[in-house]
Every structure is written in structure tokens, then in C-alpha cells.
Nanobody
Framework: QVQLVESGGGLVQAGGSLRLSCAAS????????MGWFRQAPGKEREFVAA????????LYADSVKGRFTISRDNAKNTVYLQMNSLKPEDTAVYYC??????????????????WGQGTQVTVSS
């Protein structure tokens, strides 16, 4: 089992920044890919970014490319999502996810085995 706990959400004005954290515990060595997803009210959960725990590959949704940065601290078993130049359309609950499978098909939430409880991000205009 892998436990994921997100933190860092909040209310920010458009153009502002937030950094989300996802602390992983449990059988973290069994996780290969970490991802961030988000879900706005009335919408499906959508992919934001993903990376490989061991380093190297990263992927971003087109809607956040150039504004968001995913990173990791292996020593702390923590994955981060730095969000800059936030827009009102970024408002959503943000979820951290982990999976066993190797890199590939990273944007499909069905390919992830573990999920955090989510953290709310609200961007005001």
C-alpha cells in the first residue's frame, strides 16, 4: 500500500503562485510514476503533470505547460507541483496519484493505483 497526502492548496489571485506537495508513505518503492490530476466541479478528472520517481521523464498537459513544474525529492518521498501564473480556470481540487506501471499512457487516471484525498486550489479573477 502507498499513502499519499497532498498539501499546499488555497486561495490565490490570478497571476499568483502556489506550490502543492504530495508526501508518499508506505510501499513507495513499488511506485514508478507519480502524477498530478485536477477536477473542477461538474467536470471529469484531468491530467496535469507526471514524472518518474527515478528521474528523467516528465510530461505536462498543454494547458499548464510553461506555467507549472513537477518535481520530486526522493529523500523526502515527496512530489511537488509548482504553479505559477495561475488563472481562474486552474480552479479545481488537485489530486496526487501513484502507480506501479512504467512510463506511458500517463494521462489516463485509470492507470494509477493510489490517490490522495485532494487539495482545493481556488484562483480568483
Amino acid at each position: 500500500q502507498v499513502q499519499l497526502v497532498e498539501s499546499g492548496g488555497g486561495l490565490v489571485q490570478a497571476g499568483g503562485s502556489l506550490r502543492l506537495s504530495c508526501a508518499a508513505s508506505g510501499r513507495t518503492l513499488s511506485s514508478n510514476v507519480m502524477g498530478w490530476f485536477r477536477q473542477a466541479p461538474g467536470k471529469e478528472r484531468e491530467f496535469v503533470a507526471a514524472l518518474v520517481w527515478s528521474g528523467g521523464s516528465m510530461l505536462y498537459a498543454d494547458s499548464v505547460k510553461g506555467r507549472f513544474t513537477i518535481s520530486r525529492d526522493n529523500a523526502k518521498n515527496t512530489v511537488y507541483l509548482q504553479m505559477n501564473s495561475l488563472k481562474p480556470e486552474d480552479t479545481a481540487v488537485y489530486y496526487c496519484a501513484a502507480r506501479y506501471a512504467a512510463w506511458g499512457s500517463n494521462g489516463d487516471p485509470r492507470n494509477y493505483n493510489y490517490w490522495g484525498q485532494g487539495t482545493q486550489v481556488t484562483v480568483s479573477s
